[in-house]
């Protein structure tokens, strides 16, 4: 199983959000018509802002950055061309993990072969997905310290849910809970804590054999 490696220690983030309507404040299903208007600049799509899942949201996303100021800046370039996009048709971005009212089996998926393949694989699983998330990927040239810092990152895993929690309604309930997205999330298969991997090596033994196997196509399928 081979792993794309990084020159140098780099970030990139990816933001996903709902897009609501102003006037009733439900998701629409509008990344189609938007997406294709950031498009015509850049030809067959915006290189930094993309479906999702769901036709209700929208990825922004930044180029290879070296600095967390760089990717700061990266992305309120993009957010700034989609929220004027947005607003031409009466349309916001909703942030956070989940929409408190609207409900999953209301709306769209994509029609993209990755989304329908997911859909197709985990079925109810997948539909239920009418989430957003922030994801942070970190690029590191070292095997060891790779898995080094992969080992010492569980510490910090509740402190940062503790300071993101942002989803404490769906469908309309109180779930009682300040962050159920990840009660949504983790019916997932491939999601949680990694395995307390002890070398890079076992890493990629342990996803060369999902592979093999035919359990996924790559390691972006695993959700840890």
């Known amino acids: 199983m081979k792993f794309n490696a990084s020159p140098r220690n780099t970030l990139g983030i990816e933001v996903e959000s709902g897009i609501v309507d102003l006037s009733t404040l439900v998701l629409v299903p509008r990344s189609d018509d938007v997406l294709a208007e950031l498009a015509e600049p850049h030809g067959d799509e915006h290189p930094k802002a993309k479906h999702e899942f769901y036709q209700s949201s929208i990825e922004v996303i930044t180029g290879i950055c070296e600095t967390v100021p760089e990717a700061g800046a990266d992305l309120r370039a993009t957010f700034d061309e989609v929220d004027e996009a947005l607003a031409k048709r009466g349309l916001v971005l909703q942030p956070g993990g989940l929409h408190p009212f609207s409900a999953w089996h209301e709306l769209s998926v994509t029609d993209k072969e990755r989304y329908r393949g997911l859909e ?8 239920r997905l009418l989430i957003c998330g922030c994801h942070v990927h970190i690029g590191l040239g070292d095997d060891a310290l790779r898995i080094d810092l992969m080992r010492q990152m569980p510490y910090f895993l509740p402190h940062l849910l503790a300071l993101s929690t942002s989803s404490p309604f769906w469908q309309g309930e109180d779930t009682g809970l300040a962050s159920y997205r990840i009660s949504v999330f983790d019916n997932l298969p491939r999601t949680g804590l990694p395995p307390d991997y002890q070398s890079w090596a076992e890493l ?5 054999v999902l592979v093999d196997l035919g359990i996924i196509e790559d390691s972006s399928k695993i959700w840890w």
């Open 204 to 208: 990629q033994r342990s996803v060369g």
């Open 120 to 127: 197709r694989d985990l079925a109810g699983v997948a539909r």
